[in-house]
């Protein structure tokens, strides 16, 4: 594809993504008549909460080195919507969450996170650590002496969320990482793990709000008709006729799509 | 009954879309002059279009650079606090800032970091490969079903794979199919997904649906 190929994709790939963001309440009621996709990694969290409450040990939630102002700002934002709606589930307790990070412009978020979402004093609530290795080590003791609850992993984590979670055994810990390394040792040490996608729709679950969940149904939609347009870009190629393939094409498709959108919004 | 937006979380979400569309825009369709067919000045037009993104990115480095102070203030801040309930690791690091300022600034070289930094910094890396170890070896204990069993399976290949031994072709050519196909497949897959999930949270931030600017 050259490059106004791409560049008209892309445009048309964002209009289609705010329509979706915006009709996505129809898509929304539909799936909530036939159950909403499951996320078994998400079951334990109403336990663990509780169990920080009646304990009164902190929960320790980590946006790990996701940045705002850097490429990863999507999901220190996600995961910080996420850690919104949890700590709001466990506002009860009487031992204010932790939140850490290792990206210094991500403090004020972590910090904003706590305010809004704990009613009690929540200033030791932000904790910032240096990156890498140092993040995994400092943040090992810190938890230690705190005595987590739980630890709740959601961002930009490396292979240092090994050290993170050995650590972690006396509580129980949920990882994701929008890393591939970080994933893979999440998936072997984390109690529960969420995996790629699931990070950016996890407020969803936790959260009653409607306008949380639809990032889940717009990712639960692009999803399916990513897999459509494999599958045929597949079968297309199989068959020798992918040059017919073209942004004229993709623009047509998308328009349809569109105002296929916008129809049964105004139905709804 | 639905909460009205304050002032204030209308202003921030007024400038966050602005100011997001604007660069987002101007990154999507800056810096091609093909754009504009055979337009008179379309280099100029498209160089123009380019410019907010620049500018933008360019704030936004300044602005990543300086916020290291920010992640300095905000790690003495949580110690000095913590020394109340007696933490002796808080005091520890205090010390530890105090003793580094005065001898950077004292003797003006670097002979903490390589004395005492890069040791220990090497140290955790050691302590990394064998947490590493550590919960391979504990996947099944946490995940006893198919796919921990898998996982392992994996794991055990590519390792004696990497060998190198003569041996050992058949599970050298068994690794690199596994690396080449399942494997590669999975990460592209994984990595579809986060950049759905970017696209979507990013422009719900920009569209001012996001919390951090609601406010």
Redesign the interface.
């Known amino acids: 594809m050259?490059?106004?190929t791409v560049?008209v994709f892309?445009?048309l790939?964002?209009m289609a993504?705010?329509v979706l963001?915006y009709t996505a309440r129809f898509f929304e009621r539909r799936r909530r008549q036939r159950a909403q996709r499951q996320m078994a990694a998400l079951e334990r969290l109403p336990a663990w909460t509780s169990q920080s409450i009646e304990s009164s040990r902190p929960l320790h939630l980590s946006l790990g080195a996701s940045?705002v102002?850097?490429e990863d700002?999507?999901?220190a934002?996600?995961g910080?919507?996420f850690f919104?709606h949890l700590i709001q589930s466990g506002a009860a307790g009487d031992q204010a969450p932790t939140i850490s990070t290792s990206?210094?412009?991500s403090?004020?978020?972590a910090q904003?996170t706590a305010r809004?979402a704990w009613e009690g004093d929540s200033?030791?609530s932000?904790?910032?650590?240096?990156p890498?290795?140092?993040f995994?080590?400092g943040l090992s003791?810190?938890m230690a002496?705190d005595e987590a609850a739980a630890q709740i992993l959601a961002g930009k984590l490396g292979?240092?969320l090994?050290?993170i979670?050995?650590g972690a055994d006396r509580g129980g810990s949920l990882a994701v990482s929008?890393q591939?390394e970080g994933?893979a040792?999440a998936?072997?040490?984390a109690?529960e793990t969420l995996?790629?996608?699931?990070?950016?729709?996890a407020a969803g679950y936790v959260s009653d709000e409607a306008?949380a969940s639809?990032?889940a149904v717009?990712?639960d939609v692009?999803?399916g008709l990513?897999i459509i347009g494999l599958t045929l870009a597949l079968l297309l190629a199989y068959a020798g006729i992918l040059p017919w393939l073209s942004w004229q094409l993709l623009l047509a498709a998308v328009v349809a799509a569109t105002v296929l959108g916008l129809i049964l919004a105004r139905r709804s | 009954m639905r909460r009205m937006p304050s002032l204030g979380s209308a202003i921030s979400s007024l400038v966050a879309f602005a100011v997001g569309m604007t660069t987002l825009l101007s990154l999507l369709l800056g810096d091609n002059p093909e754009l504009f067919g055979e337009q008179p000045g379309r280099e100029i037009l498209a160089e123009r279009i380019a410019a907010p993104g620049d500018v933008m990115l360019r704030l936004a480095t300044l602005m990543v650079a300086l916020s290291i102070v920010l992640g300095v203030a905000n790690l003495l801040h949580v110690h000095v606090l913590r020394l109340r309930r007696h933490s002796l690791t808080s005091a520890v690091l205090l010390a530890s800032f105090a003793f580094t300022l005065y001898w950077h600034v004292a003797q003006g070289d670097a002979t903490l970091l390589e004395a005492v930094l890069v040791p220990i910094e090497s140290a955790l890396a050691a302590l990394l490969c064998l947490s590493l170890v550590h919960g391979a070896s504990r996947v099944l204990q946490k995940r006893a079903d198919i796919w921990g069993a898998l996982f392992v399976l994996v794991v055990i290949i590519v390792l004696l794979g990497s060998l190198g031994l003569a041996e050992l072709a058949p599970v050298q050519t068994m690794r690199d199919w596994l690396m080449a196909v399942p494997v590669s497949a999975g990460a592209r897959a994984i990595l579809l997904g986060i950049a759905l999930g970017v696209i979507v949270a990013g422009l719900r931030a920009l569209l001012g649906q996001d919390r951090a600017y609601r406010g």
């Not at chain 1, 932000?126 to 240096?130: F, G, I, L, V």
């Not at chain 1, 995996?195 to 729709?201: F, K």
């Open positions: 050259d490059q106004t560049q892309s445009v790939f964002v993504t705010v963001l940045a102002g850097g700002t999507p999901s934002l996600a910080a919507e919104y990206s210094p412009t403090v004020p978020l904003d809004r200033l030791l932000a904790r910032w650590y240096p890498g290795l140092a995994a080590g003791a810190a002496e292979p240092e090994a050290l979670l050995d929008d591939l994933q040792v998936f072997a040490m109690d995996i790629g996608e699931e990070l950016y729709a306008s639809r990032v717009v990712i692009w999803r990513l």
